[in-house]
């Protein structure tokens, strides 16, 4: 798959800016579990299409979460 390289961004694609920055924002600081199948194949996904090698697959838990899964 050719790669494209975006340059400039449409009006309606800079309107959309604030709301998308705000989703991920959200989702930084979210303490919530993870889907550890789903976010697995979203990286394979990544790297197929960025034409990179694969990863080895270590996934990083955070000491939030797993604090959070001891006191429950």
């Known amino acids: 798959m050719p790669r494209r390289i975006f340059t400039a961004l449409t009006e309606e694609q800079e309107a959309l800016l604030p709301m998308y920055r705000d989703k991920w924002r959200a989702i930084q600081i979210s303490t919530e579990p993870i ?36 006191t429950v």
């Open 35 to 70: 889907d550890q199948d789903k976010v697995s194949e979203a990286i394979k996904a990544a790297y197929v299409i960025s034409d990179f090698s694969g990863s080895s697959g270590v996934m990083v838990i955070s000491e939030v979460n797993q604090k959070r899964k001891l």
